[in-house]
T-cell receptor, first 112, second 113 residues
Framework: KNEVEQSPQNLTAQEGEFITINCSYS?????LHWLQQHPGGGIVSLFM???GKKKHGRLIATINIQEKHSSLHITASHPRDSAVYIC??????????????FGKGTKLSVKP | DAGVIQSPRHEVTEMGQEVTLRCKPI?????LFWYRQTMMRGLELLIY????????DSGMPEDRFSAKMPNASFSTLKIQPSEPRDSAVYFC???????????FGPGTRLTVL
């Protein structure tokens, strides 16, 4: 069974700073998900990636399958980026890829 | 499309009462997931369906929890009888394909007194 570790748990940054959130997992996977949970509670899928790098606006996600590690980067951070960022991977290698297990999340607060 | 729809958005009930949470997935999606989120345990998968058939219910905590998907556009999660430790936010999500991006509903915040 996969295990997911995220770091840091909490992160406070000044507007404009470059942000990095890390995710490590224990069992091989085919894809990793990054989710964003807004202060109001809604959850949005940011990325699903299985190799290399993906970019969407100021957000960049990278994954190293060999090292079982992924990072989420935010460039030129803004107060509206304040949210909880959650990493998720399939629970079992070779099993259903929809059966996800989630990290505890990283709470990001960006100060103006 | 309106996205994944959940109802009610908030539910307050007393211990021992039956609670029914509802979910309408995005039209055309063939996978539906029920999650529970608490401060202590974070997000946890309870059960998921593929083409209306339950595939994995190993996350359902107890027999007090049951879920159904009578058709492709509707699913329910029932707790009977409810207990204070069931208080949490319950999310429904759907996807096209099991390993694809999941779209989450707004959640139902359940409080059991």
């Amino acid at each position: 069974k996969n295990e997911v570790e995220q770091s840091p748990q909490n992160l406070t940054a000044q507007e404009g700073e470059f942000i990095t959130i890390n995710c490590s997992y224990s069992v091989g996977i085919s894809a990793l998900h990054w989710l964003q949970q807004h202060p109001g509670g809604g959850i949005v899928s940011l990325f699903m990636l299985s190799s290399g790098k993906k970019k969407h606006g100021r957000l960049i996600a990278t994954i190293n399958i060999q090292e079982k590690h992924s990072s989420l980067h935010i460039t030129a951070s803004h107060p509206r980026d304040s949210a909880v960022y959650i990493c998720a991977v399939p629970m079992n290698y070779g099993g259903s890829q929809g059966n996800l297990i989630f990290g505890k999340g990283t709470k990001l607060s960006v100060k103006p | 499309d309106a996205g994944v729809i959940q109802s009610p958005r908030h539910e307050v009930t007393e211990m021992g009462q039956e609670v029914t949470l509802r979910c309408k997935p995005i039209s055309g999606h063939d996978y539906l997931f029920w999650y529970r989120q608490t401060m202590m345990r974070g997000l946890e998968l309870l059960i998921y369906f593929n083409n209306n058939v339950p595939i994995d219910d190993s996350g359902m905590p107890e027999d007090r929890f049951s879920a159904k998907m009578p058709n492709a556009s509707f699913s329910t999660l029932k707790i009977q009888p409810s207990e204070p430790r069931d208080s949490a936010v319950y999310f429904c999500a759907s996807s096209l394909g099991g390993g694809s991006e999941q779209f989450f509903g707004p959640g139902t915040r359940l409080t059991v007194l």
